[in-house]
């Protein structure tokens, strides 16, 4: 499946940002979804994940509270929310699909990211 982000930008911290992700395929539903993020300097870290119905979530500890995944299965979409941006939330975000699980080693397929960047 590929993947398209969007959404990202630069905001004050305590700022929000909502993210998405288009993919092409039709089949969208059947995959799990999940953002990922690489800040400089840094290897690539898991945010967030949700299941193919979307009740299923999964969070970082960094981002729990702060952070909210969702998905419209009609627009083949996935969305990241994101509120109480920090400095620390600087990074390129990517979104990913997974066939058979939520565990962020079972994620591939990664879109193009897009630049988030939170000034304090």
């Known amino acids: 499946v590929q993947l398209q982000a969007s959404g990202g930008g630069l905001v004050q911290a305590g700022g929000s940002l909502r993210l998405s992700c288009a993919a092409s395929d039709r089949t969208f539903s059947i995959y799990r979804m999940g953002w990922f993020r690489q800040a400089p300097g840094k290897e690539r870290e898991f945010v967030a994940a949700?299941?193919?119905?979307?009740?299923?979530?999964n969070y970082a500890d960094s981002v729990k509270g702060r952070f909210t995944i969702s998905r419209d299965n009609a627009k083949n979409t996935v969305y990241l929310q994101m509120d109480s941006l920090k400095p620390e939330d600087t990074a390129v975000y990517y979104c990913a699909s997974s066939r058979y699980g939520m565990d962020p080693s079972d994620f591939g397929s990664w879109g193009q990211g897009t630049q988030v960047t939170v000034s304090s």
């Open positions: 949700i299941s193919r119905s979307g009740v299923g979530r």
